[in-house]
């Protein structure tokens, strides 16, 4: 029997997303735009391909054989842009006056020279938590009083901030960019993820073929397809 001949894997690093990069040229130069979105009196060029494969929206849009998709004058002009954009580069710009403080300021590289303590300006009367500026104060409120002024264009869900808002519309795209690495199951929201990694209790498993030991039976069966068939 003939020895099976040797395959070669040709992993080019990065490529999707210069493909990607590349279609969004195109879309900003006008190049092989086959569909029109209008968003009340504006209008922008895509590939229709591009936006099929990112959001379910417009996927059932173009099913329907539509070669302009018009949007609800309810929907904002720049959340279309937006989701749009996002589809085209897997990114948000969020503006810094929009976006929640994600951590503390950094360290001194020097020590410095010991400074009188100034109280916070703004204190929540609800959890007593401080804040220096009345932005972030006034955001902070939102969660208590309950009102939540940001709501989605889609599926008119509300939330108190606008932070939450934009994380929320990625569920609007179809994209799942969390991948659980153990099964290889995908989500939209990296909280979704951590809470399916919950299913996955530790187990030893090891291939049978060359007794390497993993933590998950998934991880084992995954290996073990890539010995040689006998």
């Given at each position: 029997?003939?020895?099976?001949?040797?395959v070669?894997?040709?992993h080019?690093?990065?490529?999707?997303?210069s493909?990607?990069?590349?279609?969004?040229?195109?879309?900003?130069?006008?190049?092989?735009?086959?569909?029109?979105v209008?968003?009340?009196?504006?209008?922008?060029?895509?590939?229709?391909?591009?936006?099929?494969?990112?959001?379910?929206?417009?996927?059932d849009?173009?099913?329907?054989g539509h070669?302009?998709?018009?949007?609800?004058?309810?929907?904002?002009?720049?959340?279309?842009?937006?989701?749009?954009?996002?589809?085209?580069?897997g990114?948000?710009?969020?503006?810094?006056g929009?976006a929640?403080?994600?951590?503390?300021a950094p360290?001194?590289?020097?020590?410095?020279?010991?400074?009188?303590?100034?109280p916070?300006a703004?204190?929540?009367?609800?959890?007593?938590k401080?804040f220096?500026?009345?932005?972030?104060?006034?955001?902070?409120?939102?969660?208590?009083?309950g009102?939540?002024?940001h709501?989605?264009?889609?599926c008119?869900r509300?939330?108190?901030?606008?932070?939450?808002?934009?994380?929320?519309?990625?569920?609007?795209?179809?994209v799942?960019?969390?991948?659980?690495?153990?099964?290889?199951?995908?989500?939209?929201?990296k909280?979704?993820?951590?809470?399916?990694?919950?299913?996955h209790?530790?187990?030893?498993?090891?291939?049978?073929?060359?007794?390497?030991?993993?933590?998950?039976?998934?991880?084992?069966?995954?290996?073990?397809?890539?010995?040689p068939?006998?």
């Amino acid at each position: 029997m003939a020895a099976a001949e040797a395959v070669h894997h040709i992993h080019l690093q990065n490529f999707s997303r210069s493909l990607l990069e590349t279609l969004n040229g195109q879309r900003l130069g006008g190049h092989f735009c086959d569909v029109t979105v209008r968003i009340r009196e504006a209008s922008l060029r895509a590939h229709r391909c591009v936006l099929a494969a990112g959001s379910p929206f417009f996927q059932d849009k173009l099913l329907l054989g539509h070669s302009e998709i018009r949007v609800p004058p309810v929907v904002p002009a720049q959340t279309v842009r937006q989701l749009v954009e996002f589809l085209y580069s897997g990114s948000l710009v969020v503006a810094q006056g929009e976006a929640l403080q994600l951590g503390e300021a950094p360290a001194p590289l020097a020590p410095a020279a010991p400074a009188t303590p100034v109280p916070p300006a703004y204190e929540c009367g609800h959890c007593r938590k401080t804040f220096s500026s009345r932005k972030n104060y006034t955001k902070h409120m939102f969660i208590h009083s309950g009102e939540k002024p940001h709501q989605c264009a889609v599926c008119w869900r509300s939330f108190s901030l606008r932070d939450y808002l934009l994380k929320h519309m990625v569920t609007h795209t179809g994209v799942r960019a969390f991948q659980c690495a153990v099964c290889a199951k995908r989500f939209t929201q990296k909280s979704s993820l951590n809470v399916h990694m919950r299913t996955h209790r530790p187990e030893r498993a090891s291939c049978p073929a060359c007794g390497k030991v993993f933590s998950h039976r998934a991880l084992m069966e995954r290996h073990l397809a890539t010995h040689p068939t006998p």
